[in-house]
């Protein structure tokens, strides 16, 4: 989904190109191709988005077939009066006359400026990794009254990251560390990726009969004893009873809580969050004392946006939306805000990046 935790897919389930598979094995049936598919449609909103042109730009086109004709009929108007009508005149200074309207009534001093400015600006900021497509952008990035943010790899590093730890009491900490490490290590879920993560570091010990339980965790055996971590659902199945003195001291809103146990005992339990960027919140409050508004558009659940938003001072929380309804709400906002600026870093945000009054694409979000 692009979404920091994997979503569980069930047979007969819609699954979307690029999607990745982390665990067993799979048979896919192609139903919808070239045209109808998921990204040729999003391509479709790109083109339709970008096809579409401000009104400042009707303006200036509008000025631009009338600026032209008025400038000629006053050098036309200026050398008849200066040739006919007026009594020093003579058609030598007629012509001198008329040509100065002319030159000094075209901006040049614009036409060579502004490409001179576009051309050192553009190359300064590409020495910062900012690549930029067009002036129009730049244009309309002075008069931003919001920027909205995705979260997911955009705001937050994308990937879930173990934020604490609870063991049972009288538990030996650095022996369960080395039995979850050796267990997750033996995964490619992103949680297991994170707990093992959280837990190098810690001695080897070797563990056997490694097994994925689809949608719920992992299970192994270390020293003849059943190792099992996952979700509430995989303590259920083996008939342990979860210990809320380990179980509940999770605070924030939002996180993913992992279980362990050995045999049938509970004996810790790992708390998971996609963490926002070091820099997310200096930048939040840079654009804040700007007076620019401030907004997450996710399709990420309500819960663990809110917890993101609040954390980062985030005015407004716009939760589990679609790709191809990301663009609706640009529009809406641009509504009610004006001038709206978009930042994603996937090929999901795409036409929200398109829509925007300013695209500001991280990573993958710039390769439709």
């Known amino acids: 989904t692009g979404e920091s935790l994997p979503v569980s897919k069930a047979v007969k389930a819609d699954v979307i190109g690029a999607t990745i598979n982390k665990t067993s094995s799979i048979v896919m049936k192609a139903t919808k191709v070239g045209k109808d598919t998921l990204l040729a449609q999003i391509i479709l909103l790109v083109q339709e988005a970008q096809g579409s042109r401000a009104p400042i730009q009707k303006l200036a086109d509008k000025i631009s077939r009338i600026f032209v004709p008025v400038v000629i009929a006053i050098a036309v108007l200026t050398f008849v009066f200066w040739a006919f009508i007026a009594q020093s005149g003579s058609i030598e200074l007629a012509f001198y006359i008329a040509t100065s309207v002319l030159i000094i009534a075209c901006p040049c001093a614009l036409g060579l400026a502004t490409p001179t400015a576009i051309m050192v600006g553009t190359g300064k900021a590409a020495g910062q990794g900012i690549l930029i497509k067009d002036a129009r952008a730049l244009a309309h990035a002075h008069t931003l009254n919001m920027v909205v943010f995705d979260k997911t790899g955009t705001l937050t590093n994308g990937t879930p990251k173990v934020t604490a730890a609870q063991f049972a009491k009288d538990a030996k900490e650095e022996e369960l560390h080395a039995i979850a490490h050796a267990v997750e290590s033996l995964s490619e879920h992103p949680i297991s990726d994170a707990i093992a993560a959280f837990t190098d570091g810690a001695k ?29 659902r995989l303590m259920k199945e083996k008939g342990i009873d979860i210990v809320s003195e380990i179980a509940t001291f999770a605070k924030t809103k939002g996180q993913t809580l ?97 829509a925007s009054d300013v695209g500001i694409a991280m990573g993958t979000g710039t390769d439709v």
């Open 204 to 232: 080897k010990v070797t563990v056997s009969g490694f097994k994925n339980m689809e949608g719920m965790g992992v299970v192994a055996m270390h020293a003849n004893k059943r190792v099992a971590i996952g979700n509430p």
């Open 258 to 354: 992992v279980h362990m146990a050995i045999g049938k005992m509970h004996v810790a339990s790992f708390a998971l969050f996609d963490t926002p960027k070091t820099s997310a919140k200096t930048s939040i409050a840079q654009l804040q004392s700007m007076g620019v508004k401030t907004a997450i558009l996710t399709g990420d659940n309500q819960t663990s946006a809110a917890v993101v938003a609040e954390e980062l001072g985030i005015d407004t929380v716009i939760a589990e939306v679609l790709p191809a309804e990301k663009a609706k709400h640009i529009v809406r906002l641009q509504k009610v805000y004006g001038s709206v600026a978009m930042v994603g870093d996937g090929i999901n945000d795409a036409p929200a990046l398109a």
